[in-house]
Nanobody, 116 residues
Framework: QVQLVESGGGLVQPGGSLSLSCAAS????????MGWYRQAPGKQREMVAL???????NLADSVKGRFTISRDNAKNTVFLQMNSLKPEDTAVYYC??????????WGQGTQVTVSS
């Protein structure tokens, strides 16, 4: 069984920063990709940032230049550094883990609220 534990969400003012982390534990086969998605009220879940096993990254256009994704392979942990946050970044952020054979796992989600 694989578990994903997210942390780091909260309330921040516009222009502020937050850092999210997601640690994977359990019986984990070869990790292909880790990443972050978000879902705002009344909207579909969307991709925010992905990082492959080879450390190539893919960021949504709306967060390029503001968000950075990174990972610690030894700890099976992925990070999302969010700078210059905007009210439209408000959402529940979900961690996603893609492994060989078994497919995708999702975290429980962490709330990020950007408001003055």
């Amino acid at each position: 069984q694989v578990q994903l534990v997210e942390s780091g969400g909260g309330l921040v003012q516009p222009g502020g920063s937050l850092s999210l982390s997601c640690a994977a534990s359990g019986t984990i086969f070869r990790i292909l990709q880790m990443g972050w998605y978000r879902q705002a009220p009344g909207k579909q879940r969307e991709m925010v940032a992905l990082i492959s096993s080879g450390d190539s990254t893919n960021l949504a256009d709306s967060v390029k230049g503001r968000f950075t994704i990174s990972r610690d392979n030894a700890k099976n942990t992925v990070f999302l550094q969010m700078n210059s946050l905007k009210p439209e970044d408000t959402a529940v952020y979900y961690c996603k883990l893609t492994v060989a054979v078994r497919g995708n796992y999702w975290g429980q989600g962490t709330q990020v609220t950007v408001s003055s």
